[in-house]
C-alpha cells in the first residue's frame, strides 16, 4: 500500500532554512495533491501548504512568505523549504496526500518528524 | 479564518462506553468536516470524511454527523485500541485548511 516518509535534519539554527521530503512509496506521486502538516509542542495541527503533481501550489497566508513546495515526479517525491526558522517553527512536521475528489480531507499520512530550531 | 472548536479538550472513557466528541465551526462550512485519529508516534488516520462518510477500512462504531457549524464524532463501543487524540479539520474554505485543538481520550 501506498506510504509516506519523511526526512530531513532534526535540528536547525535560528535563522537558516527548515528543508524536509517526504518519499512516496507502493505507489505514483501523480495525480494527487500533496501536503505538509505540522504541530507545534503542546499545540494543535497547522496545515501548511500543498502542492499538485504537476506543481501548482497553495500555502497558508500565516506562512506563505516563508514557505516553498517543490515536487519531484521522477523520485516520486515532494519537499518543503521554509525560510529564517525561529524557535517557534519547532514541531513534528508530516507529510499527507490530499482527497480532493470526495472530501478536500488528507487520506494518507507519514508518521512525522521532529524538527528543532535552536542554535 | 475559520476556526473550530472541539469539546472536550480531554475525556476519560471506559472499554465499552459510548463516547461523542463535537466539533464547531465559527462560520457555516457545510459538510466539508473530517476527524482524524492520532496515537503517540504513529501518522494520523483519517476516520470520517464529509462529515458523515466513514473511510475505507475504520470499524463501523465510528460515525460523524452534522452540517453547517455543529459536528459530532461518536464512538458506539470504545475498544482498547480507540483511546488517542481525535482532531476535527474544516476544509469549507478550500484552500485554506483549519483544524480543532484535539480531544485527548484517556482510559478511566
Known amino acids: 500500500q501506498v506510504q509516506l516518509q519523511e526526512s530531513g535534519p532534526g535540528l536547525v539554527k535560528p535563522s537558516e532554512t527548515l528543508s524536509l521530503t517526504c518519499t512516496v512509496s507502493?505507489?505514483?506521486?501523480?495525480?494527487?495533491?500533496w501536503s505538509w502538516i505540522r504541530q507545534s509542542p503542546g499545540k494543535g495541527l497547522e496545515w501548511i501548504g500543498f502542492?499538485?503533481?504537476?506543481?501548482?501550489?497553495n500555502y497558508n497566508p500565516s506562512l506563505k512568505s516563508r514557505v516553498t513546495i517543490s515536487v519531484d515526479t521522477s523520485k516520486n517525491q515532494f519537499s518543503l523549504r521554509l525560510r529564517s526558522v525561529t524557535a517557534a517553527d519547532t514541531a513534528v512536521y508530516y507529510c499527507?496526500?490530499?482527497?480532493?475528489?470526495?472530501?478536500?480531507?488528507?487520506?494518507?499520512w507519514g508518521r512525522g518528524t521532529l524538527v528543532t530550531v535552536s542554535s | 479564518d475559520i476556526q473550530m472548536t472541539q469539546s472536550p479538550s480531554s475525556v476519560s472513557a471506559s472499554v465499552g462506553d459510548r463516547v461523542t466528541i463535537t466539533c464547531r465551526a465559527s462560520q457555516g462550512i457545510s459538510s466539508w468536516l473530517a476527524w482524524y485519529q492520532h496515537k503517540p508516534g504513529k501518522a494520523p488516520r483519517v476516520l470520517i470524511y464529509a462529515a458523515s462518510s466513514l473511510q475505507s477500512g475504520v470499524p463501523s462504531r465510528f460515525s460523524g454527523s452534522g452540517s453547517g457549524t455543529d459536528f459530532t464524532l461518536t464512538i458506539s463501543s470504545l475498544q482498547p485500541e480507540d483511546f488517542a487524540t481525535y482532531y476535527c479539520?474544516?476544509?469549507?474554505?478550500?484552500?485554506?485548511?483549519?483544524f480543532g485543538q484535539g480531544t485527548k481520550l484517556e482510559i478511566k
Open positions: 502542492i499538485y503533481y504537476i506543481g501548482s501550489t
Open positions: 499527507a496526500r490530499v482527497e480532493m475528489a470526495t472530501g478536500r480531507y488528507f487520506d494518507l
Open positions: 507502493g505507489g505514483s506521486i501523480s495525480s494527487y495533491y
Open positions: 479539520q474544516q476544509a469549507n474554505s478550500f484552500p485554506m485548511y483549519t
